[in-house]
């Protein structure tokens, strides 16, 4: 699976911002996916999973009642609605497939999109 992750950019706290994550190469709905985010001189962090077929999601704390991830298999692509940022948010967001969700959180997801740089400004 090849994943491309777009949808970052530049935007003032308090504002909104959707991440897509598109899958390419094998069957999308097949894996669990997940967000992961790092910050510059941080350690990459865990953000949100999302099951196969959508029916279970989780969010790290600092995340949760803001972001919002989901996914759409018929058009292969995985999302994750980020409302109400923070300059805390501002970080390079990755998206990852994995064949189950425990290796989305343990960060051993066997697929990797490149990262896309989302900015937040106070």
């Known amino acids: 699976v090849q994943l491309q992750a777009s949808g970052g950019g530049l935007v003032q706290a308090g504002g909104s911002l959707r991440l897509s994550c598109t899958a390419s190469g094998r069957t999308f709905s097949g894996y669990a996916m997940g967000w992961f985010r790092q910050a510059p001189g941080k350690e990459r962090e865990f953000v949100a999973r999302i099951n196969w077929s959508g029916s279970f999601t989780d969010y790290v704390d600092s995340v949760k009642g803001r972001f919002t991830i989901s996914r759409d298999n018929a058009k292969n692509t995985g999302y994750l609605q980020m409302n109400s940022l923070k300059p805390s948010d501002t970080a390079v967001y990755y998206c990852?497939?994995?064949?189950?969700?425990?290796?989305?959180?343990?960060?051993?997801?066997?697929?990797w999109g490149q990262g896309t740089q989302v900015t937040v400004s106070s």
């Open positions: 990852a497939a994995a064949t189950n969700l425990q290796a989305v959180i343990d960060m051993r997801a066997q697929y």
